[in-house]
């Protein structure tokens, strides 16, 4: 099947290709009948536009682009999924990317959605591309960050559009509830120190230990934010004498890892090591008798929110105002 | 920062536009004194070409769209990460695509990857979708379709390149190790018939439980692949009289929903319930003594099979053949 041309169309409505192209671009004047016949052609001759010809003329390619450092982490994917639902409804697609954690290939991403013409970005950054992420809006493109910070960016006061939850003290709060059983050996599993929700997480872990009064510094494990950083935490942690005896785990995934190795090493979950985590994890009804506590999280709401201010963004209904600041606060909950 | 145009490179370096095109598309004859002038202009205006443009010279957009069915699986996001370390050294970019498990809104996926021009197509269909397929499929669009065959292709013998699983060989000897074990009463958790891999794992639940001569025919429960629809599956059967002794779920999500609802009813595994999976579930560690058998799957394998035969397709490198078909056969494994 041979795909159509402007001119094939034209000679078959026996019109103009300037008519055709006002009529698929539904911009100036055409009669009716003469709009009748152009759609009869593109109908019969299976017409496609190229989108590309198309997005050259209006300026835009409905495509956005969303950067997150985990694609299978169900946290990242419920935020896009919000994303999707608030901007799908008019007419943008979203090209997902994954960072897998590494700035140097968020860097390469960014530079490839500049390439692309995306009408705009959804950045979960890996941290180490604050200069290329602040050029890059400085040049008109909306930018909104979700989750995470730039590492030049301190509290909530940045330059950017931000959809992010309240770390600090969140983990404040987390951490509280394990010192209130009094534990007071604690070993906190965190990702690494360029990016922001880790660092506001720890400080939100060492507040809570300060206040209590808490002299001994906690046992750090820093690892990638990935199951497999969990597990390796936790041998760590079994080495060290004495051993803590809870876990602050700070993201989800390494959450996962965390439970799964102290259940291989035959430990029970409090008795023999309490656990908390920043996220929940899904598989946690598979333990008997759980005794957990975790933050909950809002991935869906936060997307659904990044989703509309970068509408508000590409529609230039806010281009003087001054950056979008949207930060979440999370319970603290208990299973078990 | 307005962005350069390339007149004001060329002005900049003072040669003619064609010649600084000429440069950055690496075609023709340039000296390397002039040369080396325009690369300075570009690196002085920090002129970016737009990514756009140049697809529609080069005919190539160096954009290959992968649409899966569910973006959250870890299964899914194994084929892709093959598929992206099979051709990013080559320069292309992968956009992913969830259709949801949703025939409708796949058809809009496949439509607009190709109004963006995509170079090639790697799809685990949802179903429903076979004409759209083979209609972009004989218009030029390499399609490779990874883990699921079209409707209306039976056996290995397609129209299109396909990597898949030998999903009724692996079934069948999965289901067989719960008849050895005296299971006659079975419940199945499976997707849509729409899908080939449930239709094909049905089948070799059947041929499995027909070569010993059982008569009964399995309790069956038909979801959407989800964790959700594993949980639904459970309350089923458990309402059942008399209830299956044995669960086949076939697919890791659903998987993942039957051993949390069998946990959660204070059912033990496999005493209570025996429970076989197509697919590994991370989280099964968690059970304290799992006693699970499972398929593996090899996805990260299946996606750089996949990445290579597009690259040949693209290439055009085999043009002229028949389609190649890589089916991967799967063993049982037992944990516990």
Redesign the interface.
């Known amino acids: ?3 159509a041309t402007i001119k094939e169309v034209a000679a078959e409505a026996e019109v103009s290709t300037a008519t055709v192209s006002r009529v698929l671009n539904d911009s100036g004047y055409v009669s009716d009948e003469i709009r009748e016949r152009v759609l009869e052609a593109v109908a019969k001759l299976n017409y ?6 198309r ?2 003329k209006q300026d835009k ?1 409905y ?1 956005i682009g969303v950067i997150v450092p985990d ?2 982490n ?1 946290y990242f ?1 419920g935020i ?1 999924r919000g994303i999707e639902d608030a901007v799908g409804a008019e007419g943008f ?5 994954s960072s897998d954690e590494n700035p140097e290939k968020e860097g390469r991403l960014l530079q ?1 959605l ?4 995306v009408d705009a970005v959804v950045l979960a950054t890996a941290g180490g591309n604050d200069e290329t992420v602040k ?1 890059l809006s ?2 008109g493109l909306p930018i909104v960050l979700v989750d995470r910070k730039l590492g030049t960016e301190t509290g909530g006061a940045g330059v950017l559009d931000l959809v992010a939850e309240d770390n600090e003290e969140g983990a404040y709060r987390l951490t509280g509830r394990l010192l209130e059983e009094g534990h007071v050996r604690i070993g906190v599993v965190n990702g690494p120190a360029r990016v922001s929700t880790g660092r506001e997480r720890f400080e939100g872990v060492l507040r809570a230990m300060r206040e209590r009064g808490l002299r001994e510094q906690p046992l750090v494990y820093n690892g990638a934010f990935s ?1 497999e950083d969990g597990v390796r935490a936790v041998r760590k942690f079994l080495q060290a004498d004495p051993k803590p005896t809870a876990i602050v785990s700070l993201n989800n995934r390494m959450s ?1 890892g965390v ?2 190795e102290i ?2 090493s035959g430990l029970r979950i409090p008795e023999d090591m309490a656990v908390a985590s920043f996220g929940e994890v ?7 008798q759980p005794g957990f506590y975790y933050i909950d999280q809002h991935p869906y709401d936060m997307g659904t929110r990044a989703g509309e201010i970068l509408l508000r963004r590409i529609r230039k209904e806010r281009a003087e105002e001054g950056p979008a600041i949207e930060i979440f606060r999370n319970e603290v909950n208990r299973i078990g």
Chains 1, 2 share one sequence.
Do not use: G, H, N
């Open positions: 099947m041979a795909k496609q536009p190229s989108a590309i010809a997005s050259l390619t495509m694609i299978s169900p994917m896009s697609q979203l090209m997902f990317c490839l500049r390439e692309k013409r050029a400085e040049s199951t996962l439970l799964l259940v291989r899904e598989a946690i009804s598979l333990l008997r």
